[in-house]
Nanobody, 124 residues
Framework: QVQLVESGGGLVQAGGSLRLSCAAS????????MGWFRQAPGKEREFVAA????????YYAESVAGRFTISRDNAKNTVYLQMNSLKPEDTAVYYC?????????????????WGQGTQVTVSS
């Protein structure tokens, strides 16, 4: 059984930074791609960032490229999302997800396990 637990969300002023963590339980973490998604009130869940199994390949949504960085520590079964220069429009619940394979992607159907989410609120 795979469980993903996000942490690190909170309230921050525009221009500030947060680092989200996602701790995974279960075997085989290092064999799978990992992704971050977010859902703002009244909007559909959207892709934020993804990492291949090794972390060597990453991909970002255009809206966060250059501000957010995804990384992972396979020895700790943890994936991170460093968020800098935060904007009010980044306010959302952020979810981590495990890919169905080692290859990264932005389609949510490529992910099979999801965390419960952590709230990020950016004030103007």
């Amino acid at each position: 059984q795979v469980q993903l637990v996000e942490s690190g969300g909170g309230l921050v002023q525009a221009g500030g930074s947060l680092r989200l963590s996602c701790a995974a339980s279960g075997r085989g973490f290092s064999s799978y791609a990992m992704g971050w998604f977010r859902q703002a009130p009244g909007k559909e869940r959207e892709f934020v960032a993804a990492s291949s199994w090794s972390g060597d390949n990453t991909y970002y949504a255009e809206s966060v490229a250059g501000r957010f960085t995804i990384s992972r520590d396979n020895a700790k079964n943890t994936v991170y999302l460093q968020m800098n220069s935060l904007k009010p429009e980044d306010t959302a619940v952020y979810y981590c997800a495990r890919g169905r394979s080692s290859n990264l992607g932005q389609d949510s159907r490529r992910y099979d396990y999801w965390g419960q989410g952590t709230q990020v609120t950016v004030s103007s």
